[in-house]
Every structure is written in C-alpha cells, then in structure tokens.
C-alpha cells in the first residue's frame, strides 16, 4: 500500500486492483510452501509476498496489526483492499494467469468456502500427512488415541471399540 491512503468515507470495492500484497505467516510450512509456489506461478497481476510482521510488511500495511494475517494469508490491494479469509485466497487465484478461470468459479456463495482448499491443491500442500513432513505446530494424533496440542499437552481418548464384544473379566 505504497501512496495515499483512500478517505475514510470512500468505499475501495469499485477501485481497480494493479497489485496486490500477499501476507503470509513464514514461521508455518504451509506458508512457505504457498510463498515458494507463488514465485512459479505467472501471473495476470504483480504480487509482492511478504512475511506477516516483517518491517517490509510494516511499512508497506502500517494498519494490520501484527497478527492479524497469521491464522490465515492477508492480501492487499495497492488502493487499500483488505482481503482475508475465503477472499483472500479467491483474490489470490484471481491473480494467477492459470487459475483465474477457477476464482471466477469460486467466487460465488457455493465456492467461497472451497478456496483456500482450491489454493493448497493446486499448490501441491499435502501438509503433515507426508512421512517426514515437519510438524505444523497444531494438534498432533495418533492412532493409539494419543494426542498432543501445543496448548493442553497430551491427552488421551481410547480408539472406538464401536462393533467389538465387551471385555470379558
């Protein structure tokens, strides 16, 4: 968002987008996996994609707080648009010459909810599910029932027994 900012009273929704920056959290293997593909990819519309909190993000957004892209990628427009959520990765399809066809899909009711699926598979992430892939920091489980969130710990909840015979004593 390099320029001036719009007024507070103007609405940016009918303001043509030139270029976009894509915030991502680099401290997630999603996000430099996405970060990585975004630099193949041709595209219809400069991105410039910058690790969320970074002094470069900083002076280029200076109104996003400091986590607010973490959970999920931000994307700004160059005239002040703030995408995120389903937006933010239908914007991002939108941007990229071979996947424009599949936002124009998506960006209706029925496929809002799909586009961020529809980012990571056209990207290739299989995410953690890979052997040897490192873990993301969310909630790990195992097949024993074991489980472990980086909040709680570890806790256990016994597999289904679900069409066994009871024990007997």
């Known amino acids: ?51 969320a909190g970074s002094a470069a993000a900083r002076a280029r957004c200076p109104g996003l707080g400091p986590g607010d892209p973490l959970d999920e990628i931000t994307v700004v427009g160059d005239s002040g648009q703030v995408y995120r959520g389903s937006p933010a990765w239908i914007v991002l399809l939108w941007a990229l010459r071979e996947h424009r066809p599949l936002a124009h899909r998506l960006a209706g009711p029925a496929g809002a909810g799909a586009a961020r699926d ?13 052997p040897g892939a490192p873990w993301d920091g969310l909630v790990h489980q195992r097949a024993d029932g074991w489980s472990y969130h980086p909040v709680t710990g570890w806790t256990h909840a016994p597999p289904s027994r679900a069409g066994t015979a009871p024990a007997s004593r």
């Open 118 to 130: 529809a980012v990571l598979t056209a990207a290739g992430w299989r995410g953690p599910r890979r």
């Open 1 to 51: 968002m390099t320029g001036p900012a719009p007024a507070p009273d103007r609405d940016t929704a009918g303001i043509p987008v030139r270029a976009l920056t894509v915030l991502y959290d680099d401290r997630s293997p999603v996000g430099r996996h996405l970060r990585d593909w975004l630099a193949r990819r041709p595209r219809l519309v400069p991105l410039d994609v910058l690790p």
